[in-house]
């Protein structure tokens, strides 16, 4: 039974470490749009105001996916090693 | 204080008031979902505001580091939007941690307003379209 509960919670936490690998993603896409911004205010200065609205929400909308990571990883290590452990105790008690 | 608000890019002050203000409006449905769900205590209205603080505050942050990168060269902007993401990352897994390890917050209250940006900005068109 310990065994099983051990898997259980290491699966879960490496599942979870896994998780945030994505969140490595979001950063380098912010950072090539941010790059790409750069060259492109350096040719028109004049829409500066324009690149940084149209950044900032490009930008937020990249990080979801970084944030959608940590929800999966947080929900790995917080709720699933209850439920499942549940799970497994109910089935053994029957 | 007042000095260094007035050197933040207006375009930053105007999207972030936007992101806040829904991310406001969004936490007030959230908090009569949870009522009418006969969910509500204290410790929803607390992990709502953490996670609406942060929400804003990371859309924030993000704009203040935007402003910054856009004044730079090509290859340091890029770095310095990179570690910036990492650090706005770790600050959110953090609050999450804090919202379902302590107990006076509720976890998923906390979670949730995170993604009210997002919400904020997939509406911003509908609204748009309105004043036009």
Same mark, same amino acid.
């Given at each position: 039974m310990e065994l099983a509960i051990g898997i259980i919670l290491g699966c879960c936490a490496l599942g979870a470490g896994c998780a945030m690998i994505a969140g490595i993603g979001?950063?380098?896409? *912010?950072?090539?749009?941010?790059? &790409?911004?750069?060259? +492109? %205010?350096?040719?028109?200065p004049e829409s500066k105001g324009d690149v940084?609205?149209?950044?900032?929400?490009?930008?937020?909308?990249? *990080?979801?996916?970084?944030?959608? &990571?940590?929800?999966? +990883? %947080?929900?790995?290590?917080?709720?699933?090693?209850?439920?499942?452990?549940?799970?497994?105790?109910?089935?053994?008690?029957? | 204080?007042?000095?260094?608000?007035?050197?933040?890019?207006?375009?930053?002050?105007?999207?972030?008031?936007?992101?806040?203000?829904?991310?406001?409006?969004l936490s007030l449905l959230l908090q009569a979902g949870f009522l009418i769900a006969r969910h509500w205590d204290y410790t929803v209205l607390l992990g709502n505001l953490l996670g609406g603080v942060?929400?804003?505050?990371?859309?924030?942050l993000m704009g203040i580091t935007v402003q910054k990168a856009v004044a730079r060269e090509q290859k340091p902007a890029a770095d310095l939007m990179k570690f910036s993401q990492t650090m706005r990352l770790l600050m959110q897994l953090a609050v999450a941690v804090l919202g379902f390890a302590l107990p006076c917050f509720n976890g998923y209250a906390v979670i949730i307003p995170l993604f009210f940006p997002r919400i904020a900005i997939m509406i911003r068109p509908f609204l748009d379209k309105k004043r036009q």
């Open positions: 979001p950063g380098i896409g *912010e950072g090539n749009a941010v790059a &790409a911004a750069c060259e +492109a %205010i350096g040719r028109q940084t609205s149209t950044m900032l929400m490009g930008c937020a909308v990249a *990080e979801t996916t970084g944030l959608y &990571a940590l929800v999966i +990883a %947080i929900l790995l290590i917080f709720v699933a090693p209850r439920m499942l452990v549940n799970i497994l105790l109910e089935a053994v008690g029957k | 204080m007042r000095e260094w608000f007035s050197k933040i890019d207006p375009t930053v002050k105007k999207e972030s008031l936007y992101i806040a203000s829904i991310t406001g409006i942060t929400a804003a505050g990371n859309f924030f």
